[in-house]
């Protein structure tokens, strides 16, 4: 794991759980446009997993403890190849043109600089309300309807960037696991690469558009 | 033709080295880029300047002894060329080029444009061989091979280990050189002994050697003068990934 190899395959493994974790994510947000009550039916659904055979929140619990080890890995292995990267290249090109196109392939590390970011912002935001108009004790549906409101539409812009990072990250982050995991081929590349847009373009459109209705008055 | 070169001059590894601008005239198109270096470097001997290392060989693109970096581009912006094939012709009259050593950490520069590429034969010797008699050339028909993997094996051993791919690598990395050298064994019959434990020592030697790691930018491959295949990389994780789990 330590090898370089190692820490592209953690990076692979992990970013998989990311992007298991956000398609489930996106198809709770989408559930807004069914109404509050249906929102607040998931929420408090996800928390009541297994009940009565686990004890309220722990599948939950176990869920979101691998998801925070999945990010913690994702990002040790990201800054641990790019110090590597630096360390090889010491002296920079007077002149480098790129050739192999694709901008969505160098822009990974400020992408994920940028998610990382903006996680944060969104922890506080819609899961502690430390920074939502409706506050913690309100209800999900509440936090996420107030806190995209036309007033706050600075939320949504930034909600925009960010997700649209998202989708330029694993436009290149999904056929890039396969290829680290050994399962990509010259015969698979399309298809590969065809999935990894097809994957993103879902996870954009999906994300905003909750926040864009609600900001435009839609979901009220 | 006329030209501006820009180019990197570095007396020595110690040395911290600079861009040099040197005018060239009267360059015929039909030169290829090292004979008008030649130009260049007659000029400066006369003059009694230092001339420009670099290194070169066959000159007729097989022997993977040339390379420096042509306006950005390992072996310059035509695509599948090693420089020494690479032709005037495809430059402006009056244009600027601006020329650089590959630059990696494990490339040491040695002079100018030449850099130090053991680091590759050290990767090679960790286990991109086969070690079994092999004695003179078998029978082409003794040993079936299929033709696809004959034919995908020949891609990979097209590799002449020129580093063009670490010098575009945004991350200095030695992926495609060490995957080619792994794929061309791996895919024939005598590289299946030694396949997992020889995949996994060449990619701890390419780690050892600081080399950086691979992010799939596809940049190795569009400048390869062999265009060796990017799912070359992908068969030296699942072998080295294979390794591992033993």
């Known amino acids: ?220 | 033709m006329n030209l501006t070169l820009k180019v990197w001059r570095q007396s020595g590894p110690a040395d911290a080295g600079r861009m040099v601008t040197y005018k060239v005239q009267d360059v015929s198109p039909d030169m290829s880029f090292l004979e008008m270096l030649d130009v260049l470097n007659e000029r400066l001997i006369i003059e009694g300047d230092d001339p420009v290392a670099f290194d070169h060989d066959c000159r007729e693109g097989i022997c993977g002894m040339c390379g420096m970096v042509i306006n950005g581009v390992a072996h310059g912006e035509q695509r599948a060329t090693t420089t020494c094939q690479l032709h005037m012709r495809h430059f402006e009259d009056g244009a600027t080029i601006t020329i650089e050593p590959w630059r990696a950490a494990p490339f040491p520069v040695v002079k100018d444009l030449v850099v130090d590429r053991s680091a590759f034969d050290r990767i090679i010797q960790a286990g991109g061989f086969v070690s079994v008699p092999a004695g003179s050339a078998p029978d082409a028909h003794s040993v079936p091979v299929r033709k696809e993997d004959a034919d995908s094996a020949f891609d990979a051993a097209t590799c002449i280990g020129c580093g063009a791919c670490v010098a575009a690598c945004p991350n200095g990395s030695a992926s495609l050189f060490t995957a080619a050298k792994i794929t061309h064994l791996s895919l024939l019959p005598q590289g299946q002994p030694e396949r997992v434990t020889r995949a996994k020592a060449m990619v701890d030697q390419m780690d050892a050697e600081g080399f950086g790691g691979c992010t799939n930018t596809g940049e190795c491959t569009a400048v390869c003068p062999k265009g060796i295949p990017l799912d070359t990389i992908a068969r030296m994780n699942s072998d080295y990934l294979q390794a591992n789990k033993k």
């Open chain 1, 1 to 220: 794991m330590a090898s370089s190899n190692g820490k592209k395959a953690v990076m692979a493994v992990t970013g998989a759980v990311m992007v298991g974790f956000l398609l489930l994510h996106m198809l709770g947000n989408l559930k807004i446009f069914l109404g509050r009550e249906s929102f607040n039916d998931y929420a408090h659904a996800l928390r009541t997993l297994l009940e009565p055979i686990a004890p309220y929140r722990t599948v939950l619990t176990i869920l979101e403890i691998v998801l925070v080890a999945s990010v913690v890995l994702h990002m040790w292995a990201a800054i641990s190849l790019a110090r590597r990267a630096r360390q090889a290249r010491p002296v920079k090109y007077v002149a480098k043109k790129s050739q192999a196109g694709g901008y969505a392939t160098h822009i990974m590390r400020y992408g994920g600089i940028t998610i990382a970011l903006f996680v944060v912002w969104h922890l506080l935001d819609l899961t502690f309300g430390v920074v939502n108009p409706k506050g913690f004790d309100s209800a999900p549906a509440d936090r996420m309807i107030a806190g995209f409101d036309l007033s706050r539409w600075w939320v949504t812009l930034l909600y925009l960037v960010a997700v649209v990072m998202v989708g330029l990250h694993l436009r290149h982050g999904v056929w890039s696991a396969f290829q680290t995991l050994g399962w990509a081929n010259r015969a698979r590349y399309k298809a590969l690469r065809a999935t990894a847009s097809l994957l993103s373009a879902v996870l954009v459109v999906g994300f905003l558009a909750p926040p864009l209705a609600i900001t435009f008055g839609v979901v009220k």
